[in-house]
């Protein structure tokens, strides 16, 4: 579920703490879990992989191979499971084979081979599950779990900065390849609601400035500057040519070029 939207899930490392998914990876960001926001369990939780082991003696070791092999769409898994009922096999015929005390109970050498057999399998085959259970029955790190409440607070207002980065850098390499596009899903154009976040862009080739003032943290005058020396070149071709020929200082450069965006034609 790589496509899954971005928001504050049960830590697949950690299932006492929630973490950020930014909508392609985990971030850094934690937060305990608090009292109603831990997402109740549901589904089974793959301990029935070792009862059927054990209960069967190792004669069904293989199904829970099989089963997981299914869920992860995984060969070799199916290769191990292929493996395990094979010896099994092989165990339960030696013993069937074996002949028997007066008790009717298997006796022989091909009865202590077999129930080797049949132990081995058990034991190789409880100590390779308990990986396997965690990988089919846990969200994996490609694949968030269903989102809960997010937190308050800084992990929260940090969360939503990080959220809000990522999307403007997704926009301006959207406008960057397909500057057609851009302009049609209103890309820097706060004026304009067609559906599109590009994450706080302003294109500041079409920037008002009181957009720019608004947007860009830029006082006034400076805007106004901005857009006087817009008009002297034409267009801008560049971000920093709204900073150097609009007189931009350094203490208000940075937000420009964080939030500004021009868009060219290819």
């Known amino acids: 579920m790589n496509a899954q939207r971005a928001g504050w899930y049960a830590d697949p490392h950690d299932q006492a703490q929630l973490r950020y998914w930014n909508g392609s990876a985990w971030t850094e960001h934690r937060s305990p879990k608090h009292g109603g926001l831990t997402p109740a369990q549901d589904g089974p ?49 030696l013993i069937g084979l074996s002949p028997t005390d007066e008790a009717g109970d298997p006796t022989g050498w091909l009865s202590s081979l077999g129930a080797v057999l049949m132990m081995s399998v058990m034991l190789v085959a409880s100590l390779l599950l308990f990986g396997l259970r965690r990988e089919v029955y846990r969200p994996s790190s490609t694949a968030a779990p269903l989102p809960v409440t997010p937190p308050s607070g800084n992990q929260g207002a940090m969360a939503t900065v990080e959220q809000a980065r990522r999307r403007r850098d997704e926009a301006r390499k959207l406008a960057a390849t397909d500057p057609m596009m851009a302009r049609e899903l209103g890309i820097g154009r706060p004026d304009v609601e067609l559906g599109y976040d590009d994450g706080g862009l302003l294109d500041l080739n079409t920037a008002t400035p009181a957009q720019l003032s608004t947007v860009c943290g830029l006082p006034p005058a400076v805007a106004h500057e901005v857009v006087t020396a817009r008009s002297g070149l034409g267009r801008f071709l560049v971000v920093e040519d709204a900073i150097v020929f609009g007189q931009v200082g350094e203490e208000h450069a940075p937000t420009l070029r964080d939030r500004g965006l021009v868009i060219t034609d290819l």
């Open 45 to 93: 939780t793959g301990r029935w992989y070792f009862v059927i082991t054990l209960a069967s003696l190792g004669l069904l070791a293989a199904v829970p191979f099989f089963h997981a092999a299914s869920r992860l769409d995984r060969p070799q898994t199916r290769k191990a499971g292929t493996a395990i009922a094979a010896v099994s096999i092989v165990g339960f015929v």
